[in-house]
């Protein structure tokens, strides 16, 4: 059955599958915003954090990304990524304005491979972009959580985030 959440109260569904903690994580290649291209998932040796947004130039999605920026500083052994069908020329204009240096801004633009994480709307207004989750895969490569934000223009559980994020290094 696919997954969904809501936008706005109305449930729209997901394309792809959401994987289980306990499962392998999907190697996905984003594109940054310098335009080179990175893979988030599988074995890194450091802890990640895979955050899906549907666009920065939204204000819940402008709010997470400023959030996580802030409480992942200085962290270390943990590679951050907030991944969103945003260019990155407008993603570069983004970190620049809001000085984001501690994570890195990517698109999914050009392979959609967020599909492999569950994530990729299927329908509705917001079709082909993004839902608001957050993953965290351990150095291993194994997925040790997943938050599939119910309600897209809601933010996601910080708390739960950096907690598990903490219990991992």
């Given at each position: 059955m696919a997954q969904t959440v809501n936008l706005k109260g109305s449930p729209v569904t997901l394309i792809g599958?959401?994987?289980?903690v306990?499962?392998?994580a999907p190697e996905a290649i984003v594109?940054?915003?310098?335009?080179?291209?990175?893979?988030?998932g599988?074995?890194?040796?450091?802890?990640?954090?895979?955050?899906?947004v549907p666009s920065l130039d939204t204000p819940v999605c402008e709010t997470e990304t400023k959030k996580f920026n802030?409480?992942?500083a200085g962290m270390t052994g943990v590679d951050v990524t907030v991944v969103s069908m945003d260019l990155p020329f407008a993603q570069k204009r983004f970190c620049e304005?809001?000085?984001?240096g501690n994570v890195t801004v990517a698109s999914d633009f050009r392979y959609r491979d967020m599909e492999k994480y569950g994530v990729l709307?299927?329908?509705?207004?917001?079709k082909g972009i993004l839902a608001r989750a957050v993953f965290i895969v351990d150095k291993e490569g194994k997925v040790a959580y997943v938050q599939l934000v119910p309600e897209i223009t809601q933010e996601p559980n910080y708390d739960e985030v950096i907690n598990k994020v903490k219990e991992l290094l």
């Amino acid at each position: 059955m696919a997954q969904t959440v809501n936008l706005k109260g109305s449930p729209v569904t997901l394309i792809g599958s959401l994987p289980n903690v306990g499962d392998r994580a999907p190697e996905a290649i984003v594109v940054t915003k310098d335009l080179q291209e990175k893979t988030v998932g599988g074995a890194k040796g450091v802890v990640q954090v895979i955050i899906t947004v549907p666009s920065l130039d939204t204000p819940v999605c402008e709010t997470e990304t400023k959030k996580f920026n802030e409480m992942l500083a200085g962290m270390t052994g943990v590679d951050v990524t907030v991944v969103s069908m945003d260019l990155p020329f407008a993603q570069k204009r983004f970190c620049e304005s809001f000085n984001i240096g501690n994570v890195t801004v990517a698109s999914d633009f050009r392979y959609r491979d967020m599909e492999k994480y569950g994530v990729l709307i299927g329908e509705g207004a917001l079709k082909g972009i993004l839902a608001r989750a957050v993953f965290i895969v351990d150095k291993e490569g194994k997925v040790a959580y997943v938050q599939l934000v119910p309600e897209i223009t809601q933010e996601p559980n910080y708390d739960e985030v950096i907690n598990k994020v903490k219990e991992l290094l």
